[in-house]
């Protein structure tokens, strides 16, 4: 069988068994087995393939098959241009939270550009890190507190700081919310559990970590801890921002301490991170 063959009826198979983005998928699965570059695949379609270079293949699809997400299958994700590593152990890195880093950055590095030194910033259920790495990588003044009430997702998030060789700078600590947190933060990043309990999700999404995903009050309960909480942590003009969606947005408490806040849209135009200022 070719590699084009072989793609072929992959891409078939996970179509059938509920995949979202099935030649995606099989290309990104081959691509690993075979232990090549995605865009080689493109140069070796006519490649005849052995029954040895496949069997690894027909094993991951059959998990992919089951509702196991690519990432983890593959062990890692790509986010914000970085590479993380992934687990079953934490969230799978969403394109949707790059709206929470981007606007984080640029909230930064208007501090950097008005003469603050030190950008200090708390990145709260940090999970794989993928947040608080971001966010150092691209500001190098910050300091980045993460925390995860999770023991396992620290273990990832450690690797993922030490593989971008920002140990120095972003600081891991296991605690609720922002107990681990000091105090006097420019930014408080938050990516917490918000989905309503019984929400009807994809199999790949139930697959990740329920506790990371699911939170009391139709979603809202961590969200409105934190609000409540963050005040104390902040500086003058500090900022919340902390990712929901439109559901959530309508139950949140604790605003009447800030001094504003506004509702932020991912590129699809549905409700993604709220800002809220003290």
């Avoid at 609720?176 to 918000?194: E, M, S």
């Avoid at 990740?208 to 609000?227: K, M, S, T, V, Y």
């Amino acid at each position: 069988m070719t590699l084009l063959e072989l793609l072929r009826r992959a891409t078939g198979y996970l179509e059938r068994n509920g995949s979202t983005s099935p030649r995606l998928d099989a290309e990104l699965l081959l691509a690993a087995s075979l232990g090549i570059r995605r865009l080689d695949l493109y140069l070796q379609f006519e490649r005849p393939l052995s029954e040895r270079e496949i069997a690894p293949f027909r094993a991951l699809s059959a998990r992919r098959a089951k509702g196991e997400p690519v990432a983890y299958l593959l062990g890692h994700k790509e986010f914000m241009t970085l590479d993380f590593e992934v687990t079953p152990a934490v969230l799978v890195p969403n394109p949707d939270t790059e709206v929470l880093v981007e606007r984080a950055v640029t909230l930064a590095r208007a501090l950097v550009e008005s003469g603050r030194g030190e950008i200090r910033v708390a990145d709260v259920g940090t999970g794989s890190g993928c947040v608080a790495v971001s966010v150092a990588h691209f500001v190098p003044e910050a300091r980045v507190w993460a925390s995860d009430d999770d023991a396992a997702a620290l273990e990832v998030a450690a690797r993922n700081v030490a593989g971008h060789q920002l140990s120095r700078r972003v600081e891991l600590a296991r605690g609720d919310l922002l107990v681990p947190a000091p105090r006097d933060l420019d930014l408080i990043l938050a990516n917490l559990p918000y989905v309503a309990s019984g929400a009807d999700l994809p199999r790949e999404v139930l697959a990740e970590p329920a506790h990371a995903l699911f939170a009391e009050e139709q979603g809202a309960a961590l969200i409105n801890r934190l609000l409540v909480e963050a005040p104390d942590h902040l500086s003058p003009d500090g900022v919340v921002l902390a990712e929901l969606d439109e559901s959530v947005s309508m139950r949140l408490q604790g605003l009447d301490a800030y001094t504003s806040h506004e509702l932020r849209r991912d590129l699809a135009g549905h409700v993604r991170v709220l800002e809220a200022r003290v």
